[in-house]
C-alpha cells in the first residue's frame, strides 16, 4: 500500500506497528550533506520501543557508508567554502592515498567502492558527528499526552495478578465451608447446589469489579493514570475481565479436591498466564510459539483492552473483540465449571 507521512503516522497509531520509518522524496539528493529519515515510533511498551530505535539507528549508520562518506566530502566544503573545502578533500585523499594505496579519484566518490561491512563502526562514533550526516526526526505519535506512561503501561498487568489470587482464595473457601459444616446447613435450607454456586459466583463477580475499580482509583490517585476520560470504556473491560477471571476462580475450586490443591493449582496457573499473557512484562521478547499460545489466555485479553483504553483511547468499536474473547472464555469456563461441580462431591 502506498505511504506518505499521514499513512505512516496513522499506521503506528492504530496499533499495526510499533514503529514507522519514512524516507521523504528528498531523504538524499545529489546536493544534500545529510540523509533526513522521519521515525514514527508507539512506545507502549518501552523495551520494544529502545530496542527497534536502537537497531532502527544501527541499521542506518552501517548499510549507508557511502552516503555518509558523501555527505562528510559535502559538509567539508560547506563549513569551508567551495574552494577550501575542496582543497581539504583533496588534500584528504592524497593523504589516504599515500598510506592506503587508494585511487585519489576514487577517495572522492566514495559510493564506488565503500561497503557497509568495512563500516560497520560507525554506529559507534560521537552523537553530535553523526547527527551531521543522518537527521533523524522523531514523534511519539501515540501516548504523547500520558502524564505517567510508565504506571499507565503497567497498572493493568499488577491489578490482574493481584485479583487472580484473591479469586483463587475466595472460590476455594467452598472447602472450608464444607469442613466446617456451613455447607450442610444451608443445603437444608430450601436452595439448591446451583443457588449456592452462583451465590459465590456473584460475590465472586462482585470482588473483581470493585477490586479493578480500585487499583486504578488508586493509579489515578498516586500516578496520575488518567481513567476518567475513557472510563465508561475502561469498565466494559473490567467487567469483561472480572467474568473471565471470576470463572477461572470457580474453575479451580471445581477441579481441586481440597482448598490447598486449590491454592496450590491457581498459584501455577496464575503465575504462568500472567508471564505469558504480558502482565508483567512485553510478549515481543519471547519465542514466537510461546507468543501465539498468550493469545489462548484471557491475561493477554484483558492487558491488550486496558492498553487500548489507557494507552491508546480508542472508542468502544476498538474494544469489542477484547470484550467478545473475554466473555466467550469466561462463559466456557462456566460450563466447565458447572459441570464439574455436578459431578463433583464438593457439597457432600
Not at 566530502?73 to 567554502?81: D, E, F, K, V
Request: include cysteine; charge should be positive; charged fraction near 10%.
Amino acid at each position: 500500500m502506498p505511504f506518505d507521512t499521514a499513512s505512516v503516522i496513522e499506521y503506528v497509531r492504530s496499533g499495526k506497528a510499533t514503529a514507522g520509518i519514512f524516507f521523504p522524496t528528498d531523504a538524499y539528493t545529489d546536493t544534500s550533506s545529510a540523509l533526513n529519515l522521519k521515525f514514527y515510533y508507539d512506545p507502549r511498551n518501552e523495551m520494544e520501543t529502545q530496542m527497534v530505535t536502537g537497531l532502527f539507528q544501527q541499521a542506518v549508520f552501517s548499510n549507508f557508508p557511502s552516503i555518509m562518506a558523501q555527505s562528510g566530502l559535502r559538509q567539508a566544503r560547506s563549513y569551508l567554502g567551495s574552494d577550501s573545502g575542496s582543497a581539504f578533500n583533496e588534500g584528504l585523499a592524497t593523504l589516504v592515498h599515500k598510506y592506503f594505496n587508494l585511487d585519489t579519484a576514487n577517495f572522492l566518490n566514495p559510493g564506488k567502492w565503500m561497503t557497509a561491512e568495512g563500516h560497520n563502526d560507525t554506529a559507534n562514533g560521537p552523537k553530535n558527528f553523526m547527527n551531521s550526516f543522518v537527521r533523524i526526526e522523531k514523534k511519539q505519535v501515540v501516548g504523547e499526552n500520558v502524564k505517567n506512561q510508565w504506571a499507565t503501561r503497567s497498572i493493568g498487568g499488577w491489578a490482574l495478578t493481584f485479583l487472580l489470587f484473591a479469586l483463587t482464595a475466595s472460590s476455594s473457601s467452598l472447602f472450608d465451608e464444607r469442613k466446617s459444616g456451613v455447607m450442610l446447613r444451608i443445603l437444608t435450607s430450601p436452595v439448591s447446589r446451583l443457588h449456592i454456586l452462583w451465590s459465590k459466583y456473584m460475590f465472586n463477580m462482585a470482588l473483581a469489579v470493585g477490586q479493578l475499580l480500585f487499583m486504578f482509583f488508586v493509579g489515578w490517585l498516586m500516578f496520575q493514570v488518567d481513567i476518567f476520560s475513557i472510563f465508561l470504556n475502561l469498565v466494559l473491560i473490567i467487567l469483561s475481565a472480572s467474568v473471565a477471571c471470576t470463572s477461572f476462580g470457580m474453575l479451580l475450586a471445581a477441579v481441586s479436591k481440597t482448598s490447598q490443591q486449590a491454592n496450590g493449582l491457581g498459584t501455577l496457573l496464575i503465575l504462568t498466564m500472567s508471564a505469558i499473557g504480558g502482565a508483567w512484562f512485553p510478549t515481543f521478547l519471547m519465542p514466537s510459539a510461546i507468543q501465539a499460545l498468550s493469545k489462548l489466555t484471557f491475561v493477554y485479553w484483558a492487558m491488550d483492552g486496558f492498553l487500548q483504553v489507557l494507552w491508546r483511547g480508542v472508542g468502544t468499536a476498538s474494544i469489542l473483540p477484547n470484550i467478545a474473547i473475554l466473555l466467550g472464555m469466561g462463559a466456557l469456563i462456566n460450563i466447565v465449571s458447572v459441570w464439574q461441580f455436578k459431578k463433583g462431591d464438593i457439597f457432600s
